[in-house]
């Protein structure tokens, strides 16, 4: 049974933080490298971080570089994005995806595994 169930959006104020988690079931979570995209209103889906599957290497759209930070806990098949000094910009919907390919690709086409998303609103 798969399950890659994103949590954690909500309405903030620009300047402020939120922690996004996804959990996951049967998709060998620990095997794979994970990444979050989100789809900004009127816009396509965009990397934003990938993370390796022994965490030993992480990757940043330019965007949120310094601000975001991509974490995973194997042991519970979670994978995390802390979210500080938000912007009005970082609004839209937040998906956690897995690929099996090598590396951190950016192309939304090499990830398999898809959650439903969660809403970020950045507005004051």
């Known amino acids: 049974q798969v399950q890659m169930d994103e949590s954690g959006g909500g309405v903030v104020q620009p300047g402020g933080s939120l922690q996004l988690s996804c959990a996951t079931s049967g998709i060998n979570f620990s095997r794979y490298n994970m990444a979050w995209f989100r789809r900004a209103p009127g816009k396509d889906r965009e990397f934003v971080a990938g993370?390796?599957?022994?965490?030993?290497?992480?990757s940043y759209a330019d965007s949120v570089k310094g601000r975001f930070t991509i974490s995973r806990d194997n042991l519970q098949s979670t994978l995390y994005l802390r979210m500080n000094s938000l912007k009005a910009e970082d609004t839209g919907v937040y998906y956690c995806?897995?690929?099996?390919?090598?590396?951190?690709?950016?192309?939304?086409?090499?990830?398999?595994?898809w959650g439903q998303g969660t809403q970020v609103t950045v507005s004051s």
């Open positions: 995806a897995r690929t099996v390919g090598v590396g951190l690709p950016s192309n939304p086409y090499e990830y398999d595994r």
């Open positions: 993370i390796t599957r022994d965490s030993l290497t992480t």
